[in-house]
């Protein structure tokens, strides 16, 4: 039997989990954001990360026959995306009846009551085929993996186009409802929904149009066309391979446990590990020539300095302040209205870039409401903010021992286009331009790949005064 | 965090240090009555045979600060300070110090402290002590203040122009200003007699100290460094209480060591030494049991510290000198740990780290602490590239609570136990 090796970071922001096999290949990834109760978004991420990989391991399998036939790995992804999509229904589902829980008990008035709740499925009727498209057209699932993001933002969409005088109840009651919502394990039945979205798919390809004449909103290309053309065959094709790995068992022989709310893990406690030694394994793990990594999560950057083995040396994190860090560019999206995604690529068009004086993120805030007032372009502005963050970074570095060849970038931030230019930029102007600077598409399942693999290493922590807990995963 | 406060665990050495304690401070206390007078004065470069030469009692701002510290009592008294105008970013010594004098002198014993009769600046490598000094100063207008100035070793060694410097300001600025305050006259002999007893409790200390070079450590050179090893040595070095302390804890230490027992800690025994650390910078005060707590619990014991020698660096071979009492405490003055140079605190580190076989070797870096922060991490690199040893860092305050946080010294000390743990397991692999 395969055997499979799970590493958790549980951040401040979000949590993510690994699977790899015992050749140290990611075979699942599952991201979710960090709720209240740790082990609940453990656990989303630890579900997510198994059925991402059994996606992937029926990609192995039909590697060979992927290889000489696209369609075949085109309608592997698009089954995954409708499968998401089959989840995303389920969670809407559970926060359909916690909306109406809420209305019940929080209006007394009977009309109040029912004019609220025809909003509801009002908004909810307007929004979910929308959000349905972004799925099985767009891979939205791949994009984004929050459910609370995605619902809100389309929730404040329709609210926003109601009488002003219902923007109140209505964001009450989504306040009321989103985290229990949210917060509720659900067990997916992988088999049910894997059938639906097979189903599902097959409508998506019934009802594509043959040119893309009319319909520019789908992305015609050349996977899309073949599958197309031939979808019934390739369909029945992959049943067989698609009900076997329905039936998977992943089988975890072992598991570590990282991040800010480790200790707060319902692991065995040897299965805990420092996130700074899982950042740095995991770092070296795919860039085994690293020497410094940099992670910028969603409260910390660590400044970590490793050995040819992947062991930390020394490291540097900072204290006492978290601006600079994750939190930081989501205040300031706030702020200024627009979503965490557009901020690097909008601060990428600055001409030139603001000085921020402070990295305190609420003086930050109140720096930026001031320099827009004085009529100071936003690109100029967010460029500033992006360099103030990387000034930071760089300071933690002087004091973790510098820069050494080769330099690997981590963390949820380092998917920031901005911050990376003047990543770049700064290592190049203090470091030389011989220093290599690695940042991988995987770069915020770091911790966890460095998680995973301690694990599949069986390297104990070994801590003398920790008792042991209750394990998550038994399978 | 909460610890359960249990009984802590008491060898005789220490019911003895209590006592000689809280003597000295009753002492202090009934000075209004025995007329006996009271020297204000540092650790770091102390004149202590010099003071109790004349019959003065000494009192020491600094350790009145960590226990205030340690007592809980600090916050109020550094917010007292912090109500008159010293800064957030000025030494929490100073200002928990001030504060205390701002609400009535009542010492970590909980009686009242004298007034000083005499302020003795008798070390002038920490900036701040100057500053510090010119507040009591104006807090007490009147006292005469001797002021005696410690040349640095910039050149990493002591010179005898040097040594000769600093015994002209004895000879002419300390000692007149002490016989005017006692009213005694200066007795060398007397000094002299002293130094011999200082010599013998020098000796004492550092067979205790360098007993952590055993595996396992019989003790812990850092957190009972401070808490029982060292402070002694300070107020009574020169008496003969102070012989006798050292003889019994040294008889206690040794029979630790035959016996191979660990070092003994708050909670009883540490079972098993996992770690052995060599650290620099002084401790956190207000949080110490729980500071000590997350090293002893990980089975970390600190088999060298810097901070224990800022009363001397006996371990280098100095010794107070009954045959040259004035020269000798020029000498200890400018060899006390903060008066070295980088490179020689460099240099010393590195020998703890070998000597003691350390795994790995910590900074606990002080907000509010110039003097201890200043090359901090050019020491920290040149540790980890000459000993190729793992290097941690971690910040808290020396008594200022507020920059305690438990949580983040937490996850740092856990990410380096682990990260020196991890070595071991595959440099085993290696070898």
Request: glycine content about 6%; overall charge negative; proline content about 4%.
């Amino acid at each position: 039997m395969n055997k499979y090796f799970l590493g958790v970071d549980l951040g401040s922001t979000t949590s993510k989990s690994v699977i790899i096999n015992e050749n140290d290949e990611i075979i699942g990834r599952g991201i979710t954001n960090t709720r209240s109760n740790y082990s609940i978004a453990a656990e989303i991420a630890r579900d997510e990360a198994i059925y991402n990989g059994r996606f992937s391991v029926l990609k192995k399998k039909l590697e060979a026959e992927i290889k000489a036939k696209p369609q075949y790995k085109k309608y592997i992804n698009d089954l995954e995306s409708v499968f998401q999509y089959e989840q995303f229904k389920v969670r809407l589902d559970k926060l359909g009846d916690e909306l109406l829980k809420t209305c019940k008990t929080f209006f007394k008035d009977k009309e109040m009551q029912d004019s609220i709740i025809n909003h509801l499925r009002n908004i909810r009727k307007s929004f979910k085929p929308v959000i349905k498209k972004e799925y099985i057209y767009n891979n939205l699932g791949s994009k984004n993996q929050f459910f609370r993001d995605i619902v809100s933002e389309k929730y404040n969409e329709e609210v926003n186009k109601l009488d002003s005088s219902l923007f109140e109840p209505l964001m009450t009651v989504w306040d009321k409802s989103i985290s229990p919502a949210e917060n509720q394990l659900i067990t997916f039945d992988f088999k049910e929904l894997l059938e639906k979205a097979m189903e599902e798919l097959r409508i998506k390809y019934k009802n594509l149009p043959d040119t893309v004449a009319d319909n520019t909103s789908v992305n015609f290309d050349a996977e899309l066309n073949l599958l197309k053309g031939n979808f019934d065959q390739v369909s029945e094709t992959l049943r067989k391979h698609i009900e076997e790995i329905a039936d998977l068992e992943f089988n975890i022989a072992n598991m570590t446990g990282t991040g800010y709310g480790r200790a707060l893990l319902p692991f065995a406690q040897e299965c805990i590990r420092s996130e700074i030694l899982c950042h740095a394994f995991g770092a070296h793990a795919i860039f085994p020539n690293t020497r410094t990594v940099l992670d910028i999560g969603g409260q910390d950057t660590k400044a970590i300095q490793v050995d040819k083995y992947g062991l930390v040396t020394s490291f540097q994190m900072n204290d006492r302040c978290a601006a600079g860090c994750g939190r930081y560019l989501g205040y300031i999206a706030d702020e200024m209205s627009i979503s965490l995604n557009e901020l690097g690529p909008m601060a990428l068009k600055a001409e030139e870039e603001v000085t921020i004086c402070s990295t305190c993120t609420v003086f930050a805030g109140a720096e930026l409401r001031e320099l827009t007032n004085i009529g100071k372009k936003r690109e100029d502005i967010l460029g500033g903010l992006h360099k103030a963050i990387i000034m930071r970074a760089m300071s933690l570095i002087s004091r973790s021992g510098g820069v050494f060849n080769e330099f690997t970038f981590t963390g949820g931030v380092a998917r920031n286009p901005a911050v990376i230019k003047y990543l770049t930029q700064l290592v190049t102007d203090n470091y030389g331009d011989n220093i290599k600077i690695n940042i991988h598409a995987d770069s915020i399942f770091m911790g966890a790949l460095g998680g995973a693999m301690f694990a599949k290493r069986n390297i104990k922590a070994d801590l003398p005064d920790l008792k042991k807990r209750k394990e998550l995963v038994t399978e | 965090m909460k610890t359960e406060q249990q009984e802590v665990i008491k060898e005789k050495s220490m019911l003895i240090q209590k006592d000689m304690l809280s003597n000295l401070f009753k002492e202090l206390s009934n000075t209004h009555q025995t007329g006996k007078k009271v020297v204000y004065t540092f650790v770091p470069g102390n004149l202590t045979e010099l003071i109790l030469a004349f019959d003065m009692l000494p009192v020491y701002p600094e350790i009145n600060a960590l226990q205030s510290g340690m007592r809980k009592k600090s916050a109020s008294y550094i917010r007292e300070a912090e109500k008159i105008g010293f800064s957030e970013d000025v030494c929490t010594y100073v200002k928990c110090d001030i504060g205390m004098m701002l609400n009535g002198n009542v010492g970590p014993t909980g009686e009242k402290l004298p007034p000083p009769d005499l302020l003795l600046l008798s070390y002038t490598g920490c900036f701040t002590f100057m500053k510090w000094f010119e507040n009591l100063a104006r807090l007490y207008p009147g006292v005469p203040v001797a002021m005696l100035h410690t040349p640095y070793q910039e050149d990493g060694c002591i010179t005898q122009d040097q040594i000769d410097y600093m015994v002209k300001q004895l000879k002419e600025e300390v000692i007149p200003k002490m016989e005017m305050v006692s009213g005694k006259k200066f007795d060398m002999e007397r000094l002299s007699k002293m130094m011999i007893n200082s010599a013998e409790s020098e000796d004492l200390l550092v067979k205790i100290l360098e007993t952590a070079k055993n595996k396992p450590s019989p003790i812990d050179a850092y957190f009972a460094g401070v808490y029982y090893i060292g402070p002694m040595f300070t107020a009574f070095r020169g008496t003969d209480e102070a012989v006798g302390y050292y003889t019994e804890l040294n008889n206690e230490i040794q029979e630790r060591l035959s016996l191979g027992l660990g070092p003994i800690t708050p909670e009883g025994e540490l079972k098993e030494e996992k770690f052995r650390l060599v650290v620099e910078g002084p401790p956190n005060w207000t949080n110490f049991r729980e500071f000590w707590k997350i090293f002893y619990d990980m089975g970390a014991v600190i088999v060298a510290s810097s901070y224990t020698k800022v009363g001397g660096v006996y371990d280098l071979g100095f010794r107070h000198d009954y045959r040259e009492p004035l020269e000798s405490l020029s000498k200890y003055c400018m060899g006390c740990y903060t008066n070295m140079n980088l490179p020689q605190r460099v240099n010393l580190l590195a020998d703890y780290v070998k000597d003691y076989r350390a795994d790995g070797f910590l900074i606990n870096s002080i907000k509010s602490c110039n003097s201890f922060s200043a090359g901090q991490l050019m020491i920290m690199r040149e540790i980890e590239q000459k000993m190729e040893v793992p290097v941690g860092f971690i910040e808290s305050d020396l008594v200022d609570p507020r920059y305690f946080s438990y949580s983040n010294i937490k996850n740092r000390l856990e990410s380096f136990f682990q990260m020196l743990e991890q070595r071991k397991v595959i440099m085993a692999h290696e070898n």
